[in-house]
């Protein structure tokens, strides 16, 4: 019960006197039902209806906090009910006590259930405080005393959705005559589970660090020693609430030792703190998120779990990861079914192959620094399609990038390939459309390896060939610094290459192709060069090719960049009398050729350097006289 405005009640007649014997009558706000009102505090004892006051007009007047009353005064000798009261007065209410209107939640999840004897039925502005028995999942309730449950808001807003209300937690919450409103937490909150981690099944127990938002690995795991203190349960937990909101994983400018292999979902998205390539480099130790990858048998640091179906929305970005577990470090990146992705700013060491691609289509990688024990990228076949590297760079590895099985336009635009042993590009002869443009490369092969080569064309795969395995536009490619050797170009079963307006140096020969290759495969549109042996192998190698390209014997011993080209110009046409309309052409033969090796099944027209006269030399090694020059 709550006290009345005055602990003691005093009435006065129509002249101002006391009404001695006066008789008050209480009844129900806006009727004439009678309710009781009391003579203390514990309710336990009500007062007589009408109550008589005594010799000095007072009386002990204790009302229901829940309940709003109509008060009725009259003289001593008036009847019940009152036909001469001297007032009436209605809508009496007194305010609870929010003090005493606490419980404890006995209730289950979603559903408070309250025990105040008080309050016997809520009204409109009737406050309750309580200490939450479980962490809401969704929409909640209260029900106080056994009464009907209503529905429990914050600030009539709108329902819950999880995780606003904690278990332990005191709030409270007033009546608003249809809900209750939660005032907010009350007497020492308690830090709130987002809804992403109620969602997945966390309790307050599972955040290390409530100074993190959700999403962040700090917020999981305490990094006390980084580097040092294993922090894969707090990643792993971080990806696992954040995959079905889209909740970016945020690494701060630290170091993360991971051990186990990091599961990534459909709409994982991993963000890190840097914006740069390379590791420590040039006396210059990188700043921002490091992850080292450690484990024990052989494993990936970040696999996306496909199950044979399409991962989208993903993405990796601003970290350098580095596989310290020797050979157990497998991928840094294994990317399954991977489509429509975003991966940029890392660096990647330490791993038999920095990424792994299968079964992708259409992902963008941009300013991606890779190197590998076996390959900085593995493309693993599966028909992955249409990904495009920007700006990236493949170093230090055995071979920059391995395409296996089926791989369709591929496509590397402004990469670096530096200081890879073997191979900067090997492509499979299931591979279609492979394309490098304007891209650079130095020290490749890395070693003396005579069959080396910047792109490798058709040595592995095993089913049917496609068309035009490989695309190059412009572009500048450099051998070996310790020395010339190798191919820039190295085809063996190989159906088709276009190539040109590349520079090349260093190397052996520019193209070598084997018998596999297809005659008059390899077509080019023109390029410059210095310091290699020759264009192309030998005679059978000459005969692959096709288009504009210079003779098989460069001239290497000064700065002469005059490759010697046949030209034929188009001047007019003619009308043939079945109406064929046909070209006229000049043939155009640089003057001044040695006599050229006998190519067999060919015919070659050349000016002679000896006497200056126009002569063919057959297949057979016949020379024959064209024209003398008079």
Request: proline share 4%.
């Amino acid at each position: 019960m709550n006290l009345s405005p005055l602990p003691i009640q005093k009435f006065f007649d129509n002249n101002g006197r006391p009404l001695v014997g006066g008789l008050l009558f209480t009844y129900e706000a806006g009727t004439s039902t009678k309710i009781a009102t009391y003579i203390d505090s514990s309710g336990a004892t009500p007062n007589t209806n009408p109550v008589v006051l005594n010799f000095r007009g007072e009386c002990r007047l204790w009302i229901d906090p829940t309940l709003a009353y109509k008060f009725v005064l009259s003289p001593a000798d008036d009847t019940d009910p009152p036909t001469d009261p001297i007032w009436s007065v209605d809508d009496i209410t007194a305010g609870p006590a929010q003090q005493d209107n606490a419980a404890d939640d006995t209730g289950s999840v979603n559903n408070v259930q309250l025990s105040i004897p008080q309050i016997s039925s809520p009204i409109a502005f009737t406050r309750i405080v309580f200490k939450a028995a479980n962490t809401n999942t969704g929409p909640m309730t209260v029900s106080v005393n056994g009464g009907t449950a209503k529905a429990l808001t914050w600030q009539n807003i709108g329902a819950f959705s999880g995780g606003e209300v904690q278990a332990g937690g005191i709030y409270e919450a007033i009546y608003d005559g249809a809900q209750w409103q939660l005032q907010g937490p009350t007497l020492q909150p308690p830090q709130q589970l987002a809804p992403a981690e109620v969602a997945a099944g966390l309790d307050v127990t599972d955040i290390v660090d409530w100074s993190y938002q959700c999403g962040f690995v700090d917020r999981y795991g305490k990094n006390s020693v980084p580097g040092t203190t294993n922090m894969t349960a707090a990643v792993q937990l971080a990806v696992n609430v954040c995959k079905t909101d889209r909740i970016p994983v945020r690494f701060l400018a630290s170091t993360y030792l991971i051990t186990d292999t990091i599961l990534l979902y459909r709409g994982s998205v991993l963000q890190g703190k840097t914006a740069n390539q390379l590791f420590a480099s040039f006396g210059v130790q990188p700043k921002g998120t490091d992850i080292e990858f450690a484990p024990t048998s052989l494993k990936s640091l970040f696999a996306f779990q496909s199950g044979s179906a399409f991962v989208l929305h993903v993405s990796i970005s601003g970290m350098y990861l580095h596989g310290s577990g020797g050979t157990n470090c497998l991928y840094g990146i294994d990317l399954d079914w991977v489509i429509y992705g975003n991966f940029h700013d890392l660096s990647i060491d330490g791993f038999r192959h920095g990424l792994r691609v299968y079964h992708s289509i259409q992902n963008l990688f941009t300013n991606i620094f890779t190197t590998g024990t076996v390959s900085a990228l593995l493309y693993a076949g599966g028909s992955s399609t249409t990904d495009s590297w920007y700006s990236c760079t493949f170093f230090g590895s055995p071979i920059g990038v391995r395409l296996d099985d089926s791989n369709i336009n591929i496509r590397f635009v402004t990469c670096n390939f530096e200081q890879l042993d073997n191979y900067g590009i090997d492509i499979s002869r299931e591979c279609q459309s492979i394309g490098a443009v304007a891209c650079y490369s130095e020290d490749v092969p890395f070693t003396a390896n005579a069959n080396g080569a910047m792109f490798r064309v058709g040595y592995t795969g095993s089913s049917t060939l496609v068309e035009n395995a490989l695309i190059i536009e412009g572009g500048v490619f450099q051998g070996r610094n310790a020395g010339t050797i190798g191919n820039m170009i190295d085809t063996d079963n190989c159906n088709g290459i276009i190539a040109g307006g590349f520079n090349v140096s260093r190397y052996t020969r520019v193209v070598r192709a084997t018998t596999n290759t297809r005659a008059r495969s390899l077509f080019f549109t023109g390029c410059k060069g210095i310091s290699y042996t020759g264009f192309s192998a030998d005679a059978t190698t000459d005969g692959k090719f096709t288009g504009i390209y210079p003779n098989a014997t460069l001239d290497t011993s000064g700065a002469d960049m005059s490759a010697r080209f046949g030209s034929i110009d188009a001047r007019s046409t003619i009308t043939s009398e079945n109406g064929d309309v046909i070209s006229r052409f000049v043939l155009g033969v640089f003057d001044g050729i040695s006599t050229p090796a006998t190519v067999a099944n060919r015919a070659q027209i050349y000016v002679d350097s000896a006497d200056g006269s126009l002569k063919v030399k057959f297949g057979n090694g016949n020379v024959h006289l064209i024209a003398t020059n008079p």
